[in-house]
């Protein structure tokens, strides 16, 4: 039988998420399913703001940033009363199946839903953060990477020039994943991570010992602190004013911020998003609801919603490992 099917995107926007529109309208399309897109994430849903989506609007989304169908962070969603309405709303559309790409927050909101909706309710992971548990990546994660790294891979080449250290914080929210991987993958001497904060004066000497061998070792050098957003108590500044003090140098801090969210998503997450999205258009019909569509070991995998926002997820020991060995043995 035809179903009618609607997708949001919500919350932090990351790239990828157009590649998993993309993904969702035409394996919609190929079972002959009727496909709307609300706008403006949950306020759409409230506000019944909803256009019909075919593949012609499928035209060079795959690579596009963004999402076409806008985001927001609607916090009124949290109401007992916008949950009811959005289910009236679902229901005056005869929506059987809504699937919802967005990050912690929309994941909530859709189990805040599911109380008051008995539609199928499908998740797909989609923020830079990769602080989604259940899956081993969220789409517009590896594409925040590069940004990052291109920007820290620039910073280096001014850093190297006047012999500076520098700060540069990159996104994550409260997680450290894109920091980490950040750092490993542009090489940084150092790197500051939620999961592996102690204190400030600990994190401080043990960075000054850091900068304190390099320069036993090679005289006055550049060095490169990657920090992750929302760590250093103060923030950035505070940071490199101490910095500056305790280490007598000259340190720059360099705060990414959104920038890390725009551009052409990568080949990983294109994959990503594809994959996931032709696997919950599959579910649709199926008793399965609830879920979000996670990737592990490169296989599609259904995680309750109730567990994709459980804080705690690990990161990746092997990379933390390299990381460390980088931070604390190089000069030891
Ligand atoms: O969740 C994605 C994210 O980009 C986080 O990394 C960041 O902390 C937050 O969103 C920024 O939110 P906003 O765009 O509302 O400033």
Request: include cysteine; hydrophobic fraction near 40%; proline fraction near 4%.
């Amino acid at each position: 039988m035809s179903k009618r099917v609607a997708v949001l995107t919500s919350g932090g926007d990351a790239p990828g998420m157009n590649a998993c529109i993309r993904g969702v309208i035409l394996t919609c399309e190929q079972r002959g399913y009727t496909l709307f897109g609300y706008k403006h994430g949950y306020n759409g849903l409230l506000q019944q703001e909803y256009i019909p989506l075919y593949s012609s609007n499928t035209h060079n989304l795959n690579q596009q940033g963004g999402t076409i169908l806008h985001s927001a962070r609607c916090l009124e969603f949290k109401e007992t009363e916008s949950a009811i309405l959005a289910a009236k709303n679902l229901k005056a559309l005869e929506i059987d199946t809504l699937i919802v790409i967005g990050g912690d927050g929309s994941f909530r909101g859709a189990t805040h839903l599911s109380h008051y909706w008995n539609g199928q309710i499908l998740g797909l992971p989609g923020t830079i953060d990769n602080d989604i548990s259940g899956t081993d990546a969220t789409i517009g994660y590896y594409t925040a990477i590069d940004t990052a790294v291109s920007s820290i891979d620039k910073v280096r080449d001014t850093a190297d020039a006047f012999e500076r250290i520098f700060l540069v914080e990159v996104m994550g929210r409260h997680a450290g994943f894109l920091a980490l991987s950040a750092a490993v993958a542009s090489a940084a001497d150092y790197v500051i991570l939620p999961e592996l904060f102690t204190t400030e004066s600990e994190m401080l000497a043990n960075i000054c010992h850091q900068i304190e061998q390099r320069r036993k070792l090679k005289g006055t050098v550049s060095f490169i602190i990657v920090v992750a957003e929302n760590v250093w108590p103060g923030g950035l500044n505070k940071l490199a004013d101490s910095l500056t003090k305790r280490a007598n140098a000259e340190v720059r801090p360099v705060i990414l911020g959104h920038v890390q969210r725009g551009g052409s998503p990568v080949s990983q997450d294109r994959i990503l998003a594809n994959t996931l999205a032709h696997y919950a258009v599959n579910l649709v019909g199926e008793p399965t609801t609830n879920v979000m569509i996670g990737m592990v070991n490169g296989n599609p995998v259904e995680v309750p919603l109730s567990v994709t926002h459980t804080p705690g997820k690990p990161l990746l020991k092997s990379t933390l490992e390299c990381m460390q060995s980088i931070m604390n043995k190089r000069y030891a």
